[in-house]
T-cell receptor, first 113, second 111 residues
Framework: DGGITQSPKYLFRKEGQNVTLSCEQN?????MYWYRQDPGQGLRLIYY???????QKGDIAEGYSVSREKKESFPLTVTSAQKNPTAFYLC????????????FGSGTRLTVV | GESVGLHLPTLSVQEGDNSIINCAYS??????FIWYKQESGKGPQFIID?????DKRQGQRVTVLLNKTVKHLSLQIAATQPGDSAVYFC??????????FGGGTRVLVKP
């Protein structure tokens, strides 16, 4: 079955640590996205990538970094510069060229301890 | 900046009744709209979409209505069931296949 996989499901980070969230898709989608969701809130765009080796900042990119070395993978690093990283992180992918909506992963819940 | 918004943060519905979730959008150039359903602790799931050249689209128990004149989108759920309890998001595509999401409406189905 084609889909988009996020790991881990739960992640704990100590103050000052960088952590990387994994996102892999086998849908052959060109575009991939990272969103942050705080409790009871909507989705805010962190970074997105329309093609391999290219990505753009979203609305809340500060304190985050990404890479897109392979079409299937779009990892997100939450750096120590992100002062309030506790949130639910969602990865999504889409065909990219045509508006067909996004397929979402099941999310990673990051907690600072 | 321009954004998608929702009128009601929480909607309580009796099981078996119809639900209507509303969404206002501000970008008249948006050409594609989607409704997503998100259950607790899970990623959003696609429900139904509509393009700007349409004003109504029906799926299984769901209907999306688009009123471009007043920039309003609604999702109707027929015969609401307990499994419909979730948060519902509308989203609009403004440019480059990058969706902008509304704040979400929580639907609570009462038995």
């Amino acid at each position: 079955d084609g889909g988009i996989t996020q790991s881990p499901k739960y992640l704990f980070r100590k103050e000052g640590q960088n952590v990387t969230l994994s996102c892999e898709q086998n849908l052959n989608h060109d575009a991939m996205y990272w969103y942050r969701q705080d409790p009871g809130q909507g989705l805010r765009l962190i970074y997105y990538s329309q093609i391999v080796n290219d990505f753009q900042k979203g609305d809340i990119a500060e304190g985050y970094s990404v890479s897109r070395e392979k079409k299937e993978s779009f990892p997100l690093t939450v750096t120590s510069a992100q002062k309030n990283p506790t949130a639910f992180y969602l990865c999504a992918s889409s065909i990219g060229r045509i508006n067909y909506g996004y397929t979402f992963g099941s999310g990673t819940r990051l907690t600072v301890v | 900046g321009e954004s998608v918004g929702l009128h009601l943060p929480t909607l309580s519905v009796q099981e078996g009744d119809n639900s209507i979730i509303n969404c206002a959008y501000s970008n008249s150039a948006s050409d594609y709209f989607i409704w997503y359903k998100q259950e607790s602790g899970k990623g959003p799931q696609f429900i139904i979409d509509i393009r700007s050249n349409m004003d109504k689209r029906q799926g299984q128990r769901v209907t999306v209505l688009l009123n471009k004149t007043v920039k309003h989108l609604s999702l109707q759920i027929a015969a609401t069931q307990p499994g419909d309890s979730a948060v519902y998001f509308c989203a609009e595509n403004m440019a480059g296949n990058k969706l902008t999401f509304g704040g979400g409406t929580r639907v609570l189905v009462k038995p």
